[in-house]
């Protein structure tokens, strides 16, 4: 299989993307970046793209499963505007030149509480950008949900400091179901998901995503 994927330089995207070039299910995995990241494989194709210019760039997606791991936070976005522009706009464009190009199968990396009514700006965009792709009508659409994420090296102190409060209340017995999740379980996750043959609309929730991660796979 031909995976594409934006999104691989960020902590999700990374692991994703190391998981895919490992994988022999996938013999070409083409990723679409800002700029060129530290990585070599034979499989891998790279495209360095602006993301404003989706013209220049969206005759290029196609293949059989495209990956979208694309977002910032509000902090580095510096404006709820921007980080619309990426958490949405860009990820609905890689997904609408999918569609066109006839990929068949789309995984999405949302977000715990994503909903287009709510109240919360984060949920809010991540339900609309959930609608928006669900719209699209791919053959099959697999959105991954998931709720603090644990990434490797981090540097975001609230992150930080979240996880060990969900961790220690992990071992007192309370909130199992939100404990932190590491970006390489949720990587693998998606790969697996991936190659499970299925048609329709998925939404895996953050209690799923685990078993996910542990599912063995047919190609």
Known sequence: ?????????????????????????????EIFV????????????VNVVN??????????????VAFSALGTTLKDAQSKEAQYRV????????????KENSVTKFVLVSSYGANSKSKLFYSRMKGELEEAVRALHF???????????ERKNSTRTGE???????????SLGILQSQRPLP?????????????????????????????????????
């Not at 994927?5 to 022999?24: F, N, P, R, Y």
């Not at 800002?34 to 194709?45: A, Q, S, T, W």
């Not at 379980?185 to 190659?195: D, Q």
């Open 87 to 98: 958490d949405y706009t860009y990820q609905l464009r890689f997904a609408q030149a999918a």
């Open 183 to 219: 970006t390489k379980v949720l990587a693998k996750a998606m790969s697996n998901a991936s190659k499970i043959k299925s048609s329709g609309y998925s939404t895996i929730p953050l209690t799923s995503i685990w078993s996910f991660a542990s599912k063995k796979t047919e190609s």
């Open 1 to 29: 299989m031909k995976a594409l994927l934006i999104g691989a330089t960020g902590a999700t995207g990374s692991d994703l993307l190391q998981e895919l070039l490992v994988d022999k299910d996938f013999t070409c995995v």
């Open 160 to 170: 930080v400091l979240g996880a060990r409060v969900i961790r220690f209340a992990n």
């Open 139 to 149: 053959e099959t659409t697999i959105i991954f949900q998931p709720g603090m994420l």
């Open 34 to 45: 800002r700029k060129v990241p530290e990585i070599n494989h034979p499989k891998l194709v």
């Open 51 to 64: 993301f404003e210019r989706p013209e220049e760039w969206k005759e290029k997606i196609k293949g059989d």
